[in-house]
DNA sequence: GCTACGACCCAAATCGATTTGCATTTTGTG
DNA sequence: CACAAAATGCAAATCGATTTGGGTCGTAGC
């Protein structure tokens, strides 16, 4: 008699339907015909003992974990936990488990964290940071897992891109400032290297020369994605002569920043200067002034990536990368 | 000749550096001494190797998962991505994995979240959710995964509690407005049922009492703690005459969508009718009047789960169950 | 009534690490 | 210099499931 304190194995399993351990995980998996009788006795057993199989075991022996990783730059950029959620939607009917890192941790740099990550075997991960380098990517792609990005330079071997459109959504505001006569518009960006930055300016860029405006490099200021950063750019922004009269942020948090400052400032918004945010946060529309922002379908994204990676773990979809790219859409408030 | 492609095992280490397997573990586990010499040899080929121990033969082995499992019941809760970031704070440099599972997916009851998780065999739980019944609880308590919940009804046998004081919270909300002059407070609940919903709402019944003031059914109303919730309790509360002038709100999302009511209604807040809030989220500082609400230190409390986890984890705290109160703090802005 | 053929089940090998009990060096001491 | 004690290495058992190659049993066909 087995004592009362442990779990059952798949061996009490047997000995308890009086079966053998092979019938126990046919029935399981179904790889091979079991009797309805058998399966019936068996499925009995496993429910009156409460039986699960050990999944280290069966992963060890299976090489597969069933969960799969999602990487953010930043936890509290309200963004990254909405595509948490929709990952969740998708992937939890699947018995996947869903694990965050948050890479923005003080001590944590992207390449321990993809290490870490590795290290734990996971079967697929969501790269969400824009830190990556080609070296971090490369590596995830070399372990064989699989890999879907948010965003990113898109090339074969390093897996399927979700996105939005960023520029073209830049370019909308943009163009949507243009329209309402803004004259002197300034770009406040995130991490200067990051992709999401470049593409984000290059919309900037593309609707200042569709408008044969031309691009002023001190009305360009580069810092992060964070409401800090927002403060600090848009103190540099608004002290340029003369001074800006809109202030086109690559993300709500930055304009969040910026409103900080125009406040402190004793700015009107949208009077003196025009504010512009992207994403599209809850928060966005509780400031006041409401941003005017674009719409960043996060929790689409977010199941999005669930089924690119699902189809590719079936097996069912090994052909070359994908790259999806998402509506995006302008939302006009009262800050421009 | 082993291939390219594979990962190396164990063996292939031990092979590389001339010694036995049991020594490379060794070196890796410190479980037994090694000489410098070997040490230094069987390190350096793990190095060049890339070697990482395959996680699902360790845990297979120890029985432990070195991961811990996080589940919340509202991932669009700013408040819980707050909690997963202290939790990766302290977690991350002990090498644990952190899972994340938000209960409030449509189709996930709890029960069926706490088997999930459970099946997985992770170490710990931090259980983050109001929903959380006794026999849900039990389940944990009985799997032998370490428990630390975010508040509820403390009991020894179901593992550590850290919390806030969120009834003497919710008093020093109540009594402010009452030394605002405020007559005819209400109060909007979360889930009636749930714990945090419970204490909150004692707070304010301390309150009045302690004023001599009458607590009146009528100006009390239960919803979710959400900002559907607090439109609709807002509309029902609001809709009573003599219209209440304070509206406490059991969390800052209930505010906002008290908020929305109010500005919808026309009321002028804090004129016609303070509104306050709870847990001091961002967007309680953005939105328009600014929240009065508690801080609440999700942060803070998440490290202070990841500590005691990882306290008994470790094995050095295996005494009765601890409650940790950790300090709240008011804070009054424009909206009372 | 006997052979074939399925249908079903079993024993044993395997996944990759950890961990004993022993055997074999080294090191230290009188 | 010898001998005890400490340091270090090895072989093999183990964790719990999956997965083959082989049986064994029952049934259908003649």
Redo the contacts between chains.
């Keep these: 008699m087995k004592e009362a304190g442990r779990r059952p194995d798949i061996a009490a399993v047997a000995a308890a339907a009086g079966v053998s351990v092979t019938t126990v995980s046919h029935v399981l998996s179904g790889r091979r015909p079991v009797s309805a009788r058998t399966r019936a006795k068996v499925e009995a057993v496993i429910e009156e003992l409460g039986y699960?199989p050990?999944?280290?075991?069966r992963?060890?022996r299976t090489d597969r974990?069933e969960?799969i990783?999602l990487i953010v730059p930043d936890?509290?950029n309200?963004f990254?936990?909405?595509v948490?959620?929709g990952l969740?939607?998708v992937l939890?009917?699947s018995?996947y488990?869903?694990?965050?890192?948050?890479a923005a941790?003080p001590?944590?740099a992207l390449p321990e964290v993809v290490r870490?990550?590795?290290?734990?075997?996971v079967d697929g991960i969501v790269l969400a940071t824009y830190g990556a380098t080609d070296q971090d990517i490369d590596k995830i792609a070399k372990s064989g897992t699989k890999l879907v990005r948010l965003g990113g330079r898109f090339r074969a071997e390093f897996g399927d891109i979700v996105r939005a459109d960023d520029t073209s959504g830049v370019h909308d505001i943009v163009s949507h400032l243009i329209d309402r006569g803004y004259q002197r518009i300034a770009f406040l960006n995130g991490e200067p290297h990051a992709h999401p930055s470049q593409i984000r300016l290059e919309g900037y860029e593309r609707a200042l020369r569709e408008a044969g405006r031309p691009i002023l490099p001190e009305l360009i200021h580069s810092g992060t994605f964070t409401r800090a950063g927002g403060v600090e750019g848009a103190k540099v922004l608004l002290s340029r002569s003369p001074r800006p009269d809109a202030l086109v942020c690559a993300n709500d948090l930055i304009a969040?920043g910026a409103l900080d400052v125009t406040r402190q400032l004793g700015l009107s918004v949208p009077g003196d200067v025009a504010v512009t945010g992207y994403d599209d946060i809850?928060?966005a529309s509780?400031?006041?002034p409401a941003l005017t922002t674009v719409l960043n379908p996060a929790r689409e994204i977010g199941r999005t990536c669930a089924r690119l990676l699902l189809d590719r773990l079936a097996g069912e979809y090994d052909d070359t990368a994908r790259e999806i790219v998402l509506a995006h859409r302008l939302i006009v408030r009262d800050s421009s």
């Design positions: 699960r050990n999944p280290s075991a992963s060890l974990s969960s990783a936890l509290t309200p990254y936990p909405l948490a959620a969740q939607d939890m009917s018995g488990l869903l694990s965050v890192t948050d941790l001590s944590r870490h990550v590795l290290a734990r075997r969040v809850e928060a509780l400031i006041t």
